[in-house]
């Protein structure tokens, strides 16, 4: 492999990985806590009505 290619691939990987670190720490950061729980847990039975949205 040409070592321009090699250098590029290498550049390419590591802002490709540095883009989806956040949105991936974000993702399973923010979901478990919109929804009080992970997704497949049991809920509890104890869930009140004051954040519904209208």
Same mark, same amino acid.
């Given at each position: 492999? *040409?070592?321009?290619?090699? /250098?590029? @691939?290498?550049?390419? /990987?590591?802002?490709?990985?540095?883009?989806?670190?956040?949105? @991936? /720490?974000?993702?399973? /950061?923010? @979901?478990?806590?919109?929804?009080?729980? *992970?997704?497949?847990?049991?809920?509890?039975?104890?869930?009140?009505?004051?954040? *519904?949205?209208?």
């Amino acid at each position: 492999m *040409h070592p321009v290619l090699a /250098l590029f @691939i290498r550049q390419y /990987l590591y802002v490709v990985c540095a883009a989806l670190v956040p949105v @991936i /720490l974000t993702t399973f /950061l923010s @979901i478990p806590m919109s929804l009080g729980a *992970h997704p497949g847990e049991v809920r509890s039975a104890s869930v009140t009505a004051d954040r *519904h949205m209208t």
